[in-house]
Structure formats: structure tokens, C-alpha cells
């Protein structure tokens, strides 16, 4: 019999997605989509068929590429005139770029462009360091994320901007020319165009490379004006890209030379972007975690979290959660904080993932444990939780802008942290973690954001997705309801006797009852749990404040009940756990679970640095079989 063709391997296990035009694309495990993929598959293995599961778009890719050939290469363009703009809507346009790239780009300062910007439309010509190419595309930016609907005069400016870079910028490798590229990617991201952008983003590293921008000895050569300008570009790539694989799972096409670390000229952005290339290199792109890559990271992201704030001036980011005499929200801040927290739940989901997908198949599979649930080591549940922290604290973090209409509508890594952070608290539900975390709320503030940002595409269809999710959620906590209420009316039965009633939804309960996350006060519990997470991973006043505004009520009575209960925490045998875990090609829930000490020693988080391949192994792998062997390696979903 012949072997099947590679391309009859089922979406969802090889990453392939289909995009606008059928062909198929690789989306790595860190992106938004293939961490759906994992989802829909517990989802569909632990509660059936439904809406989420079926989702007939579910091999699609959003993308909202033009049909036909691209409007800047039409006949004529060269003759053909950008919009006609005042000086009052091009210093629009140019504020409304600094609000939605700062804390992402850094190519220009803000006076720079206010003054300049509005200069070049109405007089038709510009100056250094600005170029014509450059003001369009900026232009287009500022024009795309406005308030109002300006997607004619934002796709006007951008076609014209990049028929300029195209015409006179590709052939030479120029500084001006990676500005070009990075903006056209900016725009490209922002009109729901991630593969296109990703190509353009290309040119624009290659370029970068052929200029020596990568290294800071080269740039040293040049005048100090220049060698800003130069390390000023190059943190602008190094963010779009490191931001651009995240967000696609695909490699990162940079790699810093520089010492982020040091205090000489330290930049915040800079050295969060280094952390998130450690996790994207050293975790997903090798499909496992160890320990000592965990401490590693964790160590890094306390450390950038004691100091970010003393390299906020470097990166042009105000440090105040509000700019413009406080009507608008600090998006450079912002963005700031919400990757800090994408970095977390990074790192943290594949220990979530794997204590949620034990706790969803032991509860369908009506075998009862011999222990509360969660209860497996200490370290390892206080990763899971802060996964969903992270997830909670960037929905805080971002929520001030579904009321904000003054604030830009397009806003490519903010909706992507939205989504991420959603899936998290999806997730989440199916361990029975809302008797620790709020999550129902957040995931009608995460639906509410997207709603807000609906007018670009992505973010619409996964307003639908994360819709779809809730409801499974929904659906699931209902049957655990129902199966609590069904045992417990057992026992009262027994005692005073039943009329003849079935609690709604009883034909569909569990078979075996919920077990709980802890028999303590929630808001205890997910207060100690907070203060681990932050002594684990670092933590910001302002997340704090925001943090203290959603947790749970419990007062302080709640505290003092569960002051010991992490101390208390028993790790399970191999022989407390009889379900066992089926290995998928990208689905391996094997990990170890180490036995903490009394005290959470946030420094070392795991304690050993030995790893085992599971992908090698064809079996059935049991949960904690390889306790003893697999010494600190956890899979991916």
C-alpha cells in the first residue's frame, strides 16, 4: 500500500493552516491558532462535538489580502498624486502614529515628525532624516489606526508610499530603506496581512544585516547623530521581528549581539525583547522546556521587572499611565507591560496546558482520584497560575480602551495579546480554575475588546472564536453544576426523601463528581497564589493596582484561613494516577512534577536540568511514569 501523501496529515497536528487562496502556511506552536488547535482538541476529547469544536473555519487563515494585483503597481502610478492632506489632518495622522508604535517603534522622535510631517504636505518636499517614502508611510499608519474610517486616504498614502520605496529603495541597501520596510510591514500587520508583512520584514533585516546594523562596533564608526539613528533602527527591527515570530510561531530572523543588561544607555524594550527570544529559540522552536532554560528566564524577567522602568526614557516611553494632560491612554507603557506578560504566559502555558488536560480527562473519564485535584507539586502549580495571571493581567491592562474612543483602532500585538490571554482563561475554566480567578469576567472583557477592534478582521473573527469558546466553557461548567447538584441531592434524598424531580441539565452530567481546586477560601488561595507568581516572575505596580481592582472578594478573614495552605500540598504518586496520556504529534502532555520544599524557593523553580525527548516515544505515555526519568522536561501542546 502506497505511503499517504505528506499533505493528508490533518491540519491541526502539522501546523499547516490554509490561507485566503488555499495554499497552506506554517504557523508554529506560539502562535494564536495552533494554541486554538490544542484547545479544540481537549475540548472535543473530554466534551464532545459542538459550535467551538466544529467551527467549519477552523482550517482558515485570516487574512485579508486585495484581489488582484496590488493597487501600487497599476499603470500610471507614478504620475498619479498621494491624497490631498492639510497640515491640520497630517499633524493628526502623525500623532496618531506616535500613540499606536510607541513602545514598539523608535525610529523618530515625536517632535521630529510633528513638525516635519505637516511641512512635507504642504509643501510638497522634505528634509533630513525624513524622506519622502517615509511621510507617506507614516501618513498611512496614523491614518489606518484614527478613530474615524479613513481606510481610502490610509490605503491611498500606503500604495504611494510604498510605490516610492519599491521604485527607488529596493535595489540599494540603505538605512532609509529598512525604515521604509519596517513601516510597510507595520501597515501590513495592522490591515490583517501577517504573511505580507512577515515578506516585507525580510528585505528589511537583509538589509539591515548588509549594512552592519546588527552590530554596535560597526555603528560605533559613524558620527554620534548617525550612531543613534542607526541603534534606533535597529531596535525597530529587532521589535517587529521578536513581536512578528511571536505572534506567527516562526523563527526569528534577528539575533542581538548586544548586552541588553547593561546599564550603560539600557533600554527596557530592548532587553524584554532579548527574554522573549530566549523562550522563542529555547522553547518552542525546540518543543520543550527545561528547568534550567525555566530558571534562566524567570531569573531574567525579575530582574527586568525591578529595573524597566529606568529604561523607559531611552526607549521615549512616558512613564505615567496617561499622556496629553491625561485624556489618552500611555500605549507606549502599555505595550511595554502587556509583552512582559505575553513573555509569562509564554513560558508558563505548556505547564498549564498539561495540569489542565489531566484535571479535563481524568474528570471525563469518572475516575476519582485519591486526592483533591491540582494537588501535584507545588512549583508546577504555581507556573499553571501564572499563566492565567499573566492572561488576567493584560485583559486589566488593555480593558481602559474599550471606552477610550480618542485611542487607535489598529492595534496588530495588542489584539494579538487579547486573543493569547482569552485562549489562556479558555483554558483555564476547563481545570476548574474560576474558583480561584475571576475568569468569566475577563472573558466578556476580552469579547468586549475585541468587539472594540472588530474593524480589523482579525480581531472580528476571533471575536467569533473567543465567543464560541465562552460558550464551551459555559456549557462545561453547567455539567460540572449539574453533577455536584445530582450527588448532593443523592445525599439529601437519603434523608428527607424526593418528590420526583430531575435538576435541569441532569441527563447531562458527569460521570464522576467535580472535585475541588481546594477546599479553602478562593480569594485566599489565589491571593497567595499571586504573591508566588511574583516573586517567581517579577511584577508592576500598575498590574498590581489594576489586579487588586477584579480579585475575588474574601477580605482578610479569607487569608488568614488559607495563610498554610500551600505548605500542605502533597505531590501524587505514579499510583494516584491511572489515566494515561495518548501522545499526538504535537500534543506531548508528559512533564515532570518535582517535590517542593516547605518554602517556594522562587530563585530555582524547578531543580533539575536533565531532559527527555518525548517525541521519540510511540506509546502511551503515563502522566507521571517518567517522574523519575524525564527530569524537568515539559512538551509543548
Known amino acids: 500500500m502506497a505511503n499517504p501523501s505528506p499533505a493528508a496529515t ?13 495554499r497552506f502556511m506554517y504557523l508554529g506552536d506560539a502562535a494564536n491558532p495552533s494554541f486554538l488547535q490544542s484547545i479544540r482538541r481537549l475540548v472535543r476529547e473530554t466534551q464532545g462535538p459542538g459550535p467551538f469544536v466544529d467551527d467549519p473555519l477552523r482550517p482558515a487563515m485570516v487574512e485579508a489580502s486585495p484581489e488582484g494585483a496590488p493597487a501600487w503597481l497599476d499603470a500610471g502610478a507614478e504620475q498619479k498624486s498621494p491624497p490631498a492632506l492639510t497640515e491640520d489632518e497630517a499633524r493628526h495622522f502623525a500623532r496618531q502614529f506616535c500613540l499606536c508604535t510607541n513602545g514598539i517603534l523608535d525610529l523618530y522622535d515625536k517632535s521630529v515628525l510633528l513638525d516635519q510631517v505637516p511641512q512635507a504636505v504642504a509643501h510638497d518636499a522634505v528634509a533630513l532624516p525624513l524622506a519622502k517614502p517615509v511621510v507617506h508611510l507614516v501618513l498611512a499608519i496614523g491614518a489606518q489606526s484614527s478613530p474615524k474610517d479613513l481606510g481610502e486616504v490610509a490605503e491611498s498614502c500606503f500604495n504611494y508610499g510604498r510605490y516610492l520605496s519599491a521604485k527607488y529603495l529596493m ?13 510597510i510591514a507595520m501597515y501590513l500587520l495592522a490591515s490583517s496581512r501577517r504573511n505580507a508583512a512577515f515578506m516585507h520584514l525580510g528585505f528589511a533585516v537583509r538589509a539591515a544585516y548588509a549594512l552592519g546594523l546588527h552590530l554596535k562596533a560597526v555603528s560605533m564608526r559613524f558620527t554620534a547623530e548617525e550612531f543613534k539613528h542607526r541603534e534606533r533602527i535597529w531596535k525597530s527591527l529587532r521589535s517587529m521581528d521578536i513581536l512578528s515570530s511571536a505572534l506567527l510561531g516562526r523563527p526569528p530572523s534577528t539575533k542581538e549581539t548586544r548586552n541588553t543588561t547593561s546599564p550603560e544607555d539600557y533600554s527596557a524594550c530592548s532587553d524584554l525583547l532579548s527574554i522573549m527570544e530566549d523562550v522563542l529559540t529555547n522553547v518552542y522552536e525546540q518543543r520543550q522546556i527545561s528547568a534550567m532554560t525555566l530558571n534562566r528566564v524567570a531569573s531574567r524577567q525579575r530582574e527586568w521587572a525591578a529595573v524597566f522602568t529606568r529604561g523607559l526614557a531611552a526607549d ?10 491625561g485624556n489618552v491612554p500611555n500605549m507606549g507603557l502599555t505595550h511595554v507591560k502587556i509583552v512582559f506578560h505575553w513573555t509569562v504566559m509564554l513560558l508558563t502555558r505548556p505547564f498549564l496546558s498539561e495540569r489542565v488536560t489531566s484535571h479535563a480527562r481524568q474528570a471525563a473519564s469518572g475516575i476519582p482520584g485519591t486526592s483533591p485535584s491540582w494537588t501535584p507539586a507545588e512549583s508546577s502549580r504555581v507556573l499553571a497560575h501564572a499563566c492565567v495571571n499573566s492572561a488576567i493581567r493584560t485583559l486589566a491592562l488593555l480593558e481602559p480602551l474599550i471606552e477610550a474612543w480618542d485611542t487607535p483602532t489598529r492595534l496588530p500585538f495588542g489584539v494579538s495579546c487579547v486573543v493569547h490571554s482569552a485562549l489562556v482563561i ?7 480554575m474560576h474558583q480561584i480567578f475571576p475568569l468569566d469576567k475577563f472573558m466578556y472583557t476580552a469579547r468586549r475588546l475585541l468587539q472594540r477592534f472588530s474593524s480589523d478582521a482579525i480581531a472580528f473573527r476571533n471575536c467569533t472564536i473567543i465567543q464560541l469558546l465562552h460558550e464551551a466553557c459555559q456549557a462545561y461548567s453547567e455539567k460540572r453544576h449539574a453533577a455536584s447538584m445530582d450527588v448532593e441531592g443523592q445525599l439529601i434524598s437519603s434523608l428527607f426523601g424526593q418528590l420526583h424531580y430531575t435538576p435541569p441539565g441532569n441527563e447531562h452530567t458527569l460521570n464522576a463528581p467535580p472535585q475541588p481546586y481546594q477546599p479553602t477560601d478562593s480569594a485566599g488561595s489565589a491571593a497567595d497564589s499571586i504573591s508566588l507568581i511574583d516573586k517567581a516572575f517579577g511584577s508592576d505596580d500598575a498590574a498590581d493596582a489594576t489586579w487588586d481592582s477584579v480579585s475575588p472578594a474574601g477580605g482578610d478573614a479569607g487569608t488568614k484561613t488559607t495563610s498554610n495552605t ?3 500540598v502533597q505531590p501524587l504518586s505514579p499510583s494516584s494516577t491511572p ?31 536533565d531532559i527527555v525527548n518525548l517525541e521519540s516515544q510511540d506509546d502511551l505515555v503515563s502522566l ?13 501542546e
Do not use: C, W
Request: no cysteine; glycine share 8%.
Open 171 to 183: 535595489d540599494d541597501p540603505s538605512t532609509l530603506a529598512v525604515e521604509a520596510y519596517i513601516l
Open 624 to 636: 507521571y511514569a517518567l517522574i523519575d526519568t524525564s527530569g524537568g522536561y515539559l512538551g509543548l
Open 316 to 325: 521615549n516611553i512616558e512613564p505615567g499611565d496617561r499622556i496629553e494632560r
Open 566 to 568: 500551600l505548605r500542605s
Open 426 to 432: 479558555g483554558l483555564a475554566h476547563f481545570g476548574d
Open 10 to 22: 490533518p491540519l491541526d497536528q502539522s501546523r499547516l493552516i490554509l490561507d485566503k487562496k488555499g
Open 579 to 609: 489515566a494515561t496520556m495518548p501522545k499526538h504529534d504535537d500534543d506531548t502532555s508528559a512533564a515532570v512534577v518535582l517535590e517542593s520544599p516547605s518554602v517556594f524557593d522562587s530563585s530555582h523553580i524547578l531543580g533539575d536540568s
